[in-house]
RNA sequence: GCUCCCUUCGUCUAGCGGUUAGGACGUCGCCCUCUCACGGCGAAAACAGCGGUUCGAUUCCGCUAGGGAGCACCA
């Protein structure tokens, strides 16, 4: 019987949850899922000056509407501080850590020292063996790691290889600070190991401060995790992810119309590939899902792909199941209130009725309730402008004389109507589409649409006749 | 500057010593067609450079170049 997978995913609130660390928490949570773990949610709130609630809440909100959940109780770390005071406490009482009395000026003299002398060590440990009747008085110390001297910290890391660090590069950190507080590195130590986490899967970013954290393990006896650094998202050029990129919150992706099971298979393939298969359901991710087959270079975001991919997904649903998320999405768009004001039996059934075409031309939710907008159209048809240069006296005069023919059509269908078309366009030996495209532009306001004849039949009989009428001149 | 990581079509990637270097997105043709899409068919498009190792390197090693991450009493 091997021990229970447990993963974490470790945000902290002082943002919305980003690209990256939505990606960071899928494959936390794809692991935990295939081997029947779990993964835990811990809250990293320790910088008390930029953490806060609506940040809390909209990491929360974002993996909700991702369908990432979570095991347990979220953990909040600032909570268990004394926690970390009382490890910072028995290491120093081991004597694997010391009290520290340097000051800022002097942190910061070592600091341009080591710069000048090309060393990485910063801090020169100057307190390691020093008593502390050598401090100045009322000085608050720092406790530091007694970190070692020689020899090497290495770590096996599942996605980077062993990865190996001089001793003599890496200087003694802070656990602890003047003030009382656990630092990050130590925090992290002391929770990962009381949670119980097995494996911790996060940004290439923390691969440094595995090197660091092996060492407070180390010196508390503990076993390190199994650890994984992924590459990090960059942006479209290649540079670091920015505002200007797509480092926008999973609420952007929402508000652009991006559907949930879209994103999570974007972002499964972002550094990650399982041969050739490109679309994975969610049960297909989480059998598939290897940390050995996450590649080892950053990726660069491409919103044509996942564009694409939100194509499929939509394509893919089920009519009723759009209807949803087009009602869902509402509250987030920009026009959301108007279209939702619309909103009622028959505009909802219409909506139904004309998913199938509707779906097949939406690469997002915002295309969709574009497309979809002739549903929810005032009479008369406000026109885009491609649409108003259709209109011309000829295709007018052809309106006006084909809405009579069509007020003939009394079964009223998409075949019926379709029948009625092309029977007039012979007659007057057109081709369907030279009265196709006015009379969609008549029916829509708009160059593209859905089929024609799939528009007719939804918008039902009177509706048409009318707007026919409205833009017809005999 | 220092420590560490990375490098296959424009992008995401497959490849794990011998392949016509494969797929997907995007791009460009053609077909389908009432528009736009969808779908189908096809095309252009890559092993960063230089040295080794080897009978043979995209694949192993080294160097160079180019990217990236980190370098706090932030997380």
């Known amino acids: 019987m091997t021990a229970p997978i447990v993963t974490r995913f470790a945000p902290s609130p002082t943002g919305f949850l980003h690209i990256g660390g939505a990606r960071t928490a899928l494959f936390n949570w794809l692991y935990a899922r295939k081997f029947g773990g779990k993964m835990l949610l811990r809250i990293e709130d320790t910088d008390r000056e930029r953490s806060t609630e609506p940040a809390i809440a909209a990491i929360l909100d974002g993996l909700k509407w991702l369908g990432i959940d979570w095991d347990g109780d979220t953990v909040f770390q600032f909570a268990r501080a004394d926690r970390h005071r009382e490890v910072a406490e028995q290491l120093l009482a081991a004597g694997k850590a010391y009290h520290c009395y340097a000051t800022a000026d002097e942190l910061r003299e070592m600091r341009e020292k080591a710069r ?91 691969l440094i401060n595995a090197a660091r954290q092996k060492q407070i393990y180390d010196a508390l006896g503990w076993e390190l995790p199994s650890m994984s650094h992924i590459p990090l998202i960059h942006g479209p050029d290649g540079s670091k992810l920015s505002k200007r990129h797509g480092a926008l919150g999973v609420d952007a992706y929402r508000a652009m119309g991006y559907v949930p099971a879209a994103l999570r298979n974007y972002l499964v393939r972002l550094g990650w590939s399982h041969g050739d298969q490109e679309i994975f359901s969610t049960e297909e991710m989480i059998a598939a899902f290897d940390l050995s087959a996450i590649g080892r270079s950053a990726a660069r975001f491409d919103f044509a792909k996942l564009e694409n991919l939100n194509g499929h997904y939509i394509r893919h649903s089920d009519d009723q199941a759009l209807v949803t998320m087009f009602e869902d999405v509402l509250s987030y768009v920009s026009n959301g209130a108007a279209v939702k004001a619309k909103l009622n039996d028959v505009t909802r059934a219409q909506l139904l009725q004309a998913m199938p075409g509707l779906k097949e031309r939406a690469k997002t939710l915002i295309e969709l309730i574009d497309n979809a907008s002739f549903i929810f159209a005032d009479r008369p048809l406000a026109m885009e402008p491609k649409a108003t240069a259709v209109l011309t006296p000829e295709t007018r005069a052809l309106i006006g004389k084909l809405q009579p023919v069509l007020a003939k059509v009394t079964d009223w269908s998409a075949a019926t109507t379709e029948a009625a078309m092309r029977t007039f366009a012979e007659a007057n030996g057109l081709k369907l589409g030279a ?26 009989r009177d509706e048409c006749l009318a707007r026919l009428a409205d833009q017809a001149s005999v």
């Open 116 to 206: 000048a002398e090309g060393k990485s060590k910063l801090y020169d440990g100057r307190w390691r063996d020093r008593a502390a009747t050598a401090a100045e008085a009322g000085m608050k110390p720092t406790i530091r790691l007694k970190a070692p001297l020689t020899g090497e910290t290495v770590i096996d890391d599942q996605v980077q290889g062993r990865v190996v660090w001089q001793n003599e590069n890496l200087d003694d950190l802070v656990l602890l600070r003047g003030d009382g507080n656990p630092t990050y590195m130590l925090a992290v130590v002391v929770d990962d190991h009381d949670m119980g986490v097995t494996h911790v899967i996060r940004g290439d970013d923390h």
């Open 435 to 460: 009265i196709a495209q006015p009379l969609r532009v008549a029916l829509t306001g708009k160059t593209t649409s859905p089929g024609i004849f799939d528009v007719l039949a939804v918008l039902g």
